[in-house]
């Protein structure tokens, strides 16, 4: 997080005071109810319904305490890994708002609305749609907006919420009361015994004897609440480069108008790419449910692009062959593109004696593949940093960054010192040898004798000492027998080692 005493920047914080109870959905019964928890040998509740609050109960009170004011209180045990997982939902969920989201706990979310409050109709738009949508989802929400995180999470947590207008952010926090610190419960007893019951209480009191008396943080605590500082918000996950949010005023189903916004998506982030001279290898189109459903689309690319015609060519096949189809339910109304793996595209001169590029028509061939076959599908081989034939490379989705390792140089005049295709795991032979370190003079494989009338090596590769013991020493011999086939063998061990030496085909040349 970066502190900033400058920043112009709007925040969002959005509570749910009755989180776990509202997860249950119809499954609840009809209150009063509450989820409970052991806590220091007893039964305390761990939160209430609305019913069981006005008649008054309240979190952290026993269950037999709670039942000696309403004998027919239905309590259920309560799961707070559950609750993690319906928030980080609705992180998702809430997300159609910004691409900047947090969780915010106990049961909360904050989200850095800075730009995004026009795409809703303004700001009041913006807190009626956040309010609408928790509706549909069925939860009770109280919302503020202010310039820091932490003002507006103490408005709508310790006041009535609600949009705190450009600079009047001190002047509405000075009424919340001083438990909106959120302090240790001796020292806010300690505040309240002193006669200070506001946060304006504080702020006109001098700063050294607080922090003094409640440690060396008290005052920027407080100054964050006042909206002097402003601490960034980490969001749950990191927001692409480039984004592209279309707000639609009513839902849609249609493929084919799905398509259309999609292509107006792709036709603004192209200028805006373009506009910085680049090119993006990933795109994510996030699809945004009436009933709070989400489902993102990632596509790649083997080379950055940003024309609008071929990345929607590749989205409408990726879209055709998903193996689970896009539902839209009773339609979506949001629709946002996101840009990662951003590099510079510059435009290129071309020349009337220049030879074509065939990589270019192989990148968009591997892109209309792996789009209409799934990214896992096309697959390229890449080398690893091992000197064992069967582990110097490995199979990667095409789009995926290479690693560190690089081919070894090639003498394209010079026949090749290792095969294409290599058997897994090497198909044991029987050979017979002249002479102990000599290649194999004839050898039975698949109940066929070859002859060998040419032989190079050995090559001797060592084990890796961090593997098992039982690998051993090879000595590699490119053969060729009498009908011009030619073989790749090894013999593991030498002679006089206990168990005696084998002999193996590992590969074959073309």
């Not at 761990?46 to 109960?57: K, N, Q, S, T």
């Not at 039982?470 to 011999?477: E, G, L, M, N, T």
Request: net charge neutral; glycine share 8%; aromatic share 6%.
């Amino acid at each position: 997080m970066t502190r900033d005493r400058l920043s112009n920047r709007r925040h969002l914080a959005i509570w749910f005071p009755l989180l776990p109870i509202d997860r249950l959905g119809s499954a609840r019964p009809e209150g009063p109810f509450c989820l409970i928890e052991r806590k220091a040998n007893a039964l305390r509740l761990a939160a209430v319904d609305a019913e069981g609050l006005a008649l008054g109960l309240a979190p952290d009170m026993t269950l037999a305490d709670a039942r000696a004011q309403i004998p027919d209180l239905e309590a259920w045990p309560h799961d707070p890994g559950a609750d993690r997982v319906f928030l980080d939902h609705l992180i998702e969920a809430f997300g159609r708002f910004s691409p900047m989201v947090a969780g915010d706990d106990p049961h909360g979310l904050v989200l850095d609305v800075t730009g995004c409050a026009h795409l809703f109709g303004g700001e009041a738009g913006l807190m009626g749609a956040v309010q609408a949508l928790s509706r549909r989802l069925g939860l009770g929400a109280r919302c503020a907006l202010a310039r820091t995180p932490q003002t507006a999470r103490a408005l709508a947590r310790f006041g009535p919420g609600g949009i705190a207008p450009e600079g009047q952010d001190a002047a509405l926090a000075r009424h919340l009361p001083v438990a909106a610190m959120e302090l240790d419960p001796r020292d806010l007893q300690a505040i309240r015994r002193a006669g200070l019951k506001t946060l304006g209480d504080l702020d006109a009191r001098p700063r050294a004897p607080l922090a003094a008396r409640f440690g060396a943080d008290f005052p920027d605590r407080l100054d964050r609440l006042m909206g002097r500082v402003d601490v960034r918000i980490t969001p749950h996950r990191a927001p692409p480069p480039v984004v592209v949010d279309r707000v639609l005023a009513e839902p849609i189903t249609e493929t084919g108008a799905v398509h259309a916004v999609i292509a107006d998506l792709l036709a603004d982030m192209e200028r805006q790419l373009e506009t910085r001279g680049l090119g993006a290898r990933r795109f994510i189109l996030g699809l945004y449910r009436l009933d709070g459903d989400i489902r993102r689309i990632a596509l790649s690319t083997a080379r950055p692009v940003r024309d609008t015609g071929t990345v929607l060519r590749l989205f409408r096949e990726r879209l055709a062959a998903l193996a689970r189809p896009v539902d839209p339910g009773f339609g979506f109304d949001h629709l946002r593109m996101g840009a990662e793996q951003l590099q510079v595209l510059g435009a290129r001169q071309s020349a009337f004696d220049e030879r074509g590029d065939h990589s270019q028509a192989l990148d968009a061939l591997i892109d209309q593949l792996s789009a209409r076959l799934g990214p896992e599908a096309v697959v390229r081989v890449t080398p690893v940093a091992s000197h064992l034939p069967e582990r110097s490379s490995r199979r990667i989705p095409a789009h995926a960054a290479p690693g560190g390792a690089v081919w070894p140089p090639t003498d394209p005049e010079s026949p090749p010192l290792r095969p294409l295709h290599l058997f897994d795991p090497p198909q044991p032979v029987e050979a017979l040898a002249l002479a102990p370190d000599s290649p194999p003079a004839r050898f039975r494989w698949r109940r066929a004798t070859h002859r060998v009338i040419r032989a190079e090596g050995p090559e001797r590769i060592a084990t890796e000492w961090w593997r098992a013991p039982r690998h051993r020493v090879r000595d590699y011999y490119r053969v060729e027998d009498e009908e011009g086939r030619r073989f790749w063998l090894f013999r593991a061990g030498g002679y006089g080692e206990d168990p005696p030496p084998r002999w193996y085909v590992h590969g074959l040349f073309a």
